[in-house]
């Protein structure tokens, strides 16, 4: 017998958690990296594939991203397959349901490894806006049985209280779930002034905070301040938090209207207002044909923006009930987020993820790419990013690097065009220039979930948060 199933050849590997950037042939064997080294005999293997030219770095994890949502518009579960292309290998779902992940990774999955939050959404996965505290702690355990990994809370569509939030978070924590927040309660928004509130609701407490980058938009001060003040609050609770960036300029949000034609959600409105558009269907309107808002459709295998007057059409035939996006996200505070440090040298936000998925702007790859040719990170830097402090948030102790008995998870990246080529989980290719070569995938799930995952028939693999990032501290 062989001693490797699958050599990958020649291309620079760096892998960060090891210190090692250098030209190297990865052996991997039984789905895992057997070993690392300048050249690896012909005769130690039947498969080898030449990757000269080409960077290797641990699978990309996404830690936020859409791929079990609850839209009624597109299907989230093409998400896999977009991400897939993306040289994503693992991803943290931000909000939908145990049932729509293993439904999703059974119809589109891509052989992806894939954990997910319960989304908390009042009168559907709660109870209600002002839940009790034994209510919270039901929905927490339910989140956790149903094969999420914990809950998210959606500040920016469904604010709870600051003292719900904080209830929720606290009871995450004493439960080892997972708890991600995206900014807003019923007493700040989905700005800079929720992030203020920050310190208070979490206390000695843990969190994963979600896109910092949507509270730097020049909503409450200029935007340069916002990222000052951002940084201040993240370097504070250092040890607390766990915390990403995406850097698509794109958001993602909804166009819902209530029967007054009011914008419901606080998210479209500071869009609008932003541009002096009134929060309203009226407004929406004029946003859609004038070009500044777009609507999200899906097209056989694809989700993409539309524009004008077509976009129009699905709005008013959607009854606004449909996905949308607006161009809100600024770049300047995207690269001083990401690249921010403290005075050991260490970045101050965790991550650089997409909030893609469903949401054509899988690009966290070529943007950090484009990072290191800037000369604003080194590629290490950028595999850290991507890979390493994302497998540690979720306590992936297998993925994130390439030590020997790693898990084979890598995404290959040609570094002139900054784009993924190729992508392996497992040993296994599960995306080649492109093409999407994987199916079904990998639930990952916290060990109250064992025997719900059994019975889905998806592989599965069991988390201990307790050895993560968020919990642990590291
Ligand atoms: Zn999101």
């Given at each position: 017998?062989?001693?490797?199933?699958?050599?990958?050849?020649g291309s620079r590997v760096l892998d960060p958690?090891?210190s090692f950037d250098s030209v190297s042939?990865?052996?991997?064997?039984?789905?895992?990296?057997?070993?690392?080294?300048?050249?690896?005999?012909?005769?130690?293997?039947?498969?080898?594939?030449?990757l000269s030219g080409l960077w290797a770095i641990p699978g990309q994890i996404d830690?936020?991203?859409?791929?079990?949502?609850?839209?009624?518009?597109?299907?989230?579960?093409?998400?896999?397959?977009?991400?897939?292309r993306a040289g994503t290998?693992?991803?943290?779902?931000?909000?939908?349901?145990?049932?729509?992940?293993?439904?999703?990774?059974?119809?589109?999955?891509?052989?992806?490894?894939?954990?997910?939050?319960?989304?908390?959404?009042?009168?559907?996965?709660?109870?209600?806006?002002?839940?009790?505290?034994?209510?919270?702690?039901?929905?927490?355990?339910?989140?956790?049985?149903?094969?999420?990994?914990?809950?998210?809370?959606?500040?920016?569509?469904?604010?709870?209280?600051?003292?719900?939030?904080?209830?929720?978070?606290?009871?995450?924590?004493?439960?080892?779930?997972?708890?991600?927040?995206?900014?807003?309660?019923?007493?700040?928004?989905?700005?800079?002034?929720?992030?203020?509130?920050?310190?208070?609701?979490?206390?000695?407490?843990?969190?994963?905070?979600?896109?910092?980058n949507?509270?730097?938009?020049?909503?409450?001060?200029?935007?340069?301040?916002?990222c000052?003040?951002?940084?201040?609050?993240?370097?504070?609770?250092?040890?607390?938090?766990?915390?990403e960036v995406y850097h698509a300029i794109p958001?993602?949000?909804?166009?819902?209207?209530?029967?007054?034609?009011?914008?419901?959600?606080?998210?479209?409105?500071?869009?609008?207002?932003?541009?002096?558009?009134?929060?309203?269907?009226?407004?929406?309107?004029?946003?859609?044909?004038?070009?500044?808002?777009?609507?999200?459709?899906?097209?056989?295998?694809?989700?993409?923006?539309?524009?004008?007057?077509?976009?129009?059409?699905?709005?008013?035939?959607?009854?606004?009930?449909?996905?949308?996006?607006?161009?809100?996200n600024l770049p300047a505070s995207a690269f001083s987020l990401t690249t921010a440090k403290?005075?050991?040298g260490?970045f101050i936000v965790d991550a650089v993820s997409t909030?893609g998925?469903?949401?054509?702007r899988n690009i966290a790859i070529q943007s950090t790419m484009s990072l290191v040719k800037f000369g604003a990170i080194s590629p290490l830097e950028m595999s850290k990013k991507l890979s390493l402090t994302p497998?540690?948030?979720?306590?992936?102790?297998?993925?994130?690097?390439?030590?020997?008995?790693?898990?084979?998870?890598i995404t290959v990246i040609d570094p002139v065009s900054g784009e993924p080529v190729m992508s392996?989980?497992?040993?296994?290719?599960?995306m080649?220039n492109g093409?999407?070569?994987?199916?079904?995938?990998?639930?990952?799930?916290?060990?109250?979930?064992?025997?719900?995952?059994?019975?889905?028939?998806?592989?599965?693999?069991?988390?201990?948060?307790?050895?993560?990032?968020?919990?642990?501290?590291?």
């Open positions: 017998m062989q001693r490797y199933d699958l050599v990958l050849r958690a090891n042939d990865i052996g991997i064997r039984a789905g895992l990296v057997e070993a690392i080294s300048d050249r690896m005999p012909e005769s130690e293997t039947d498969r080898s594939i030449d830690t936020h991203a859409h791929v079990a949502g609850m839209s009624r518009t597109v299907d989230p579960a093409i998400g896999y397959r977009m991400l897939a290998t693992t991803v943290l779902d931000m909000g939908g349901t145990g049932d729509n992940l293993i439904n999703g990774l059974n119809r589109k999955g891509a052989g992806l490894n894939v954990a997910g939050l319960l989304a908390l959404v009042p009168g559907l996965t709660i109870p209600s806006d002002s839940p009790s505290k034994g209510e919270i702690a039901t929905t927490v355990s339910g989140a956790l049985r149903q094969g999420c990994i914990g809950v998210k809370i959606l500040g920016g569509y469904h604010p709870f209280s600051s003292e719900t939030t904080a209830d929720i978070v606290s009871e995450c924590n004493q439960q080892n779930a997972y708890v991600a927040f995206h900014i807003g309660t019923k007493d700040s928004g989905s700005h800079l002034g929720g992030l203020r509130e920050i310190p208070d609701i979490v206390g000695d407490g843990r969190l994963h905070v979600c896109h910092v949507s509270y730097c938009r020049g909503v409450i001060e200029r935007p340069e301040e916002e000052v003040e951002a940084i201040s609050i993240m370097k504070d609770m250092r040890g607390q938090l766990n915390t958001n993602g949000t909804n166009g819902s209207c209530d029967r007054e034609g009011n914008v419901i959600a606080n998210v479209p409105r500071n869009c609008l207002q932003a541009k002096n558009y009134s929060p309203t269907f009226d407004g929406m309107k004029a946003a859609i044909l004038d070009g500044y808002a777009s609507v999200i459709q899906q097209k056989g295998d694809d989700i993409s923006y539309v524009k004008g007057s077509e976009a129009l059409k699905l709005y008013e035939s959607s009854k606004t009930r449909i996905g949308m996006s607006f161009p809100v403290n005075s050991d260490e909030d998925g469903s949401h054509p497998s540690r948030m979720l306590g992936l102790k297998n993925k994130g690097h390439f030590t020997e008995g790693a898990d084979a998870d392996f989980v497992a040993g296994n290719a599960i080649a093409k999407i070569l994987g199916t079904g995938g990998t639930l990952l799930v916290t060990s109250a979930a064992e025997r719900k995952a059994e019975k889905s028939g998806i592989p599965f693999q069991v988390i201990d948060l307790g050895q993560s990032k968020l919990y642990k501290g590291f």
